[in-house]
């Protein structure tokens, strides 16, 4: 079996998976906003590369009407699993395949890359983060599917894992937490060690950091890292750092940032930290939410950004930005998003080119 690795975020895509919100007992009244800011996200990274859009069959000309995907008048075609899909001018395609709900990050394949490049598709087993949500079992086999739509080898792995609780470097480092992948609720019958070993064999990583904490309101995923900490490039970490001594994460992102200064990564280098000491807190008629400014998505030449529509977004678009070079950062209101339980990079999962150096930093 070829020896496979997951690039990092910023490797060049092939394109972005998002799909379709559909959890009536999530969402409750606020499930038209949702599918409004999943629409806006889609289009903004639709300007950077090509959004593919997975609706449950009979939801896909509502996620075409909304994205874009069909003012134009294009025609749908069959795929090879049966689904219809539909190309615009907007750069997103609409699917059809079965769904529980909308979290692709967690849900669909974490796709690597073996040393020529080319592609596969490993298929974690998801619960709903701990059985939070039921039905699960349809989001449970979705990536299955979308790689067999994609024409991807499928690397099966009997170890639940959502991608938000994971960041790399593609170069042989992993983040992740404690507070999540510890966690009773996923894989009871795994130690830390075999945790280690499974990622290992699976996504080609040589060093996983620990990190103690994810946040502390984050009770639906158990503290992903991806609301606390990313890879920006070989080296270099985005941290959530709460200026504010009364946020309930003032103290816990202040002992991840002390383990990510102890630490080298998989190469031996000390990591250059950047620090987003901004927070935002919207108000919503279901009560406050937080918007983390952490949860971005990391495209081609460009970062999407969740924003609460708050005074102090500009200065964590302007922090983001810094650690991002050359690309064009924007911000998109996503507060009922966050209601749901998380932001944009829950809401997306890349598609690495075949034959691309997956370490490529931009």
């Known amino acids: 079996m070829a020896e496979y690795r997951m690039p990092a975020e910023w490797s060049e895509h092939e394109g972005c998976l998002m799909a379709w919100p559909t959890r009536e007992e999530l969402w409750g009244s606020v499930l038209?906003?949702?599918?409004?800011?999943?629409?806006?996200?889609?289009?903004?990274?639709?300007?950077?590369?090509?959004?593919?859009?997975?609706?449950?069959?009979?939801?896909g000309d509502e996620a075409r009407a909304r994205c874009g995907d069909s003012a134009t008048g294009a025609t749908g075609t069959t795929g090879a699993t049966g689904t219809t899909e539909?190309?615009?001018?907007?750069?997103?395609?609409?699917?059809?395949?079965?769904?529980?709900?909308?979290?692709?990050?967690?849900?669909?394949?974490?796709?690597?890359?073996?040393?020529?490049?080319?592609?596969?598709?490993?298929?974690?087993?998801?619960?709903?983060?701990?059985?939070?949500?039921?039905?699960?079992?349809a989001d449970d086999r979705v990536s299955a599917l979308l790689l067999e739509h994609l024409g991807v080898d499928r690397i099966a792995s009997d170890m639940i894992l959502e991608g938000?609780?994971?960041?790399?470097?593609?170069?042989?480092?992993?983040?992740?937490?404690?507070?999540?992948l510890l966690h009773p609720n996923?894989?009871?019958?795994?130690?830390?060690?075999?945790?280690?070993?499974?990622l290992t064999s699976r996504?080609?990583?040589?060093?996983?950091?620990?990190?103690?904490?994810?946040?502390?309101?984050?009770?639906?995923?158990?503290?992903?890292?991806?609301g606390s900490c990313a890879f920006?490039?070989?080296?270099k970490v985005v941290v959530s750092?709460?200026?504010?001594?009364?946020?309930?994460?003032?103290?816990?992102?202040?002992?991840?940032?002390?383990?990510?200064?102890?630490?080298?990564?998989a190469r031996g280098r000390r990591l250059e930290i950047v620090d987003v000491p901004q927070t935002a807190f919207a108000d919503l008629a279901e009560g406050e939410v937080e918007?983390?400014?952490?949860?971005?998505?990391?495209?081609?030449?460009?970062?999407v950004v969740p924003v609460a529509g708050l005074p102090q977004d500009e200065d964590a678009l302007a922090v983001i930005a810094s650690a991002y070079p050359g690309r064009k950062v924007v911000g998109v209101r996503t507060p009922v998003i966050a209601f749901g339980g998380g932001g944009v990079h829950c809401i997306t999962q890349q598609i690495p080119v075949v034959r691309s150096s997956p370490n490529t930093a931009g």
């Open 186 to 198: 996923r894989n009871p019958g795994l130690s830390r060690d075999e945790i280690e070993a499974e």
């Open 232 to 235: 920006a490039a070989p080296g």
């Open 203 to 226: 996504l080609g990583v040589t060093k996983v950091i620990w990190l103690p904490y994810g946040g502390l309101l984050d009770t639906e995923t158990d503290g992903h890292v991806d």
């Open 241 to 265: 750092l709460p200026s504010d001594p009364d946020h309930p994460d003032y103290a816990r992102m202040r002992a991840n940032r002390a383990v990510l200064e102890a630490v080298t990564d």
């Open 291 to 303: 918007v983390s400014y952490l949860n971005y998505y990391v495209a081609n030449s460009g970062v």
């Open 86 to 137: 539909a190309t615009g001018a907007t750069g997103i395609t609409v699917i059809e395949l079965p769904l529980d709900d909308s979290w692709f990050r967690d849900s669909a394949p974490l796709f690597v890359l073996d040393a020529d490049g080319n592609r596969a598709g490993v298929d974690f087993r998801f619960n709903a983060w701990g059985g939070k949500h039921h039905p699960f079992d």
């Open 32 to 59: 038209d906003e949702a599918k409004e800011e999943y629409a806006n996200v889609a289009r903004a990274i639709a300007a950077f590369e090509p959004v593919t859009m997975v609706a449950p069959p009979g939801h």
């Open 164 to 180: 938000g609780a994971i960041t790399v470097d593609g170069e042989g480092t992993l983040i992740t937490t404690e507070q999540c």
